[in-house]
């Protein structure tokens, strides 16, 4: 079946514009990631979901950040005022729910690029 | 603060020659341990994991990984490098009885550079 999609794949934005990156999780996946990776760096976790819990939302590096995740599926993560040092490849990533032992699958990632 | 260790940023090795990235670990309790990989231009991909039972665990495209309680280390191996493994390669922790925490530890990548 269809992996973990990602759109768009680039994105060009202007600082102190607001922007949208969506994810499309692997279809009964409960759980989704965001994570953001600059470049030569490692992942930064962003925010997790898990089913219709509360969203763990503890990596988000300020309130210009925010996601949802909308009937259990797809999520957005918006960025509000970007800045300079938002810049970054974003990457999501999806999981069955059933057990922590779960491995996590990646979508391409979004690349971000704040001028 | 429980943490992930690669202690190598780069790791280089010929081709056929055997290969080790290495990965420590800091954490409390018996950890579910994994290794993901992430090649040029392409997205993160999962190599294997070990959960419990017999220490050394074999993953995708050959590799596998010796989990070592004493030494808290899960560090990942093949016995001969192809040129193709040249990627960055990524440990990550999770804790298995963490609750509702189910965010996973992640080490910094090591980026491996098999020259033929």
């Known amino acids: 079946g269809a992996g973990v999609s990602q759109s768009p794949s680039n994105k060009v934005t202007e600082k102190g514009k607001d922007v949208e990156l969506r994810c499309d999780p692997i279809s009964g996946h409960t759980a989704l990631y965001w994570y953001r990776q600059s470049l030569g760096q490692g992942l930064e976790f962003l925010i997790y979901?898990?089913?219709?819990?509360?969203?763990?939302k503890s990596g988000l590096p300020s309130d210009r950040f925010s996601a949802e995740r909308t009937g259990g599926s797809v999520s957005t993560l918006t960025i509000q005022r970007t800045q300079q040092e938002d810049s970054a490849v974003y990457l999501c990533a999806s999981s069955l729910r059933a057990g922590s032992y779960n491995e996590q699958f990646f979508g391409p990632g979004t690349r971000l690029t704040v001028l | 603060a429980q943490s992930v260790a690669q202690p190598e940023d780069q790791v280089n090795v010929a081709e056929g020659n055997p290969l080790t990235v290495k990965c420590t670990y800091s954490?409390?309790?018996?950890?579910?341990l994994f290794w993901y990989v992430q090649y040029p231009n392409r997205g993160l991909q999962f190599l294997l994991k070990?959960?419990?039972?017999d220490n050394l665990v074999k993953g995708s495209y050959g590799f596998e990984a010796e989990f070592n309680k004493s030494q808290t280390s899960f560090h990942l191996k093949k016995p001969s490098a192809l040129v193709s493994d040249s990627a960055l390669y990524f440990c990550?922790?999770?804790?298995?009885?963490?609750?509702?925490?189910?965010?996973?530890?992640w080490g910094l990548g090591t980026s491996l550079a098999v020259n033929p």
């Open positions: 954490v409390s309790g018996n950890p579910y």
């Open positions: 990550a922790v999770r804790l298995p009885n963490a609750g509702n925490n189910r965010k996973l530890i």
């Open positions: 979901f898990q089913g219709n819990s509360a969203p763990d």
């Open positions: 070990y959960i419990t039972g």
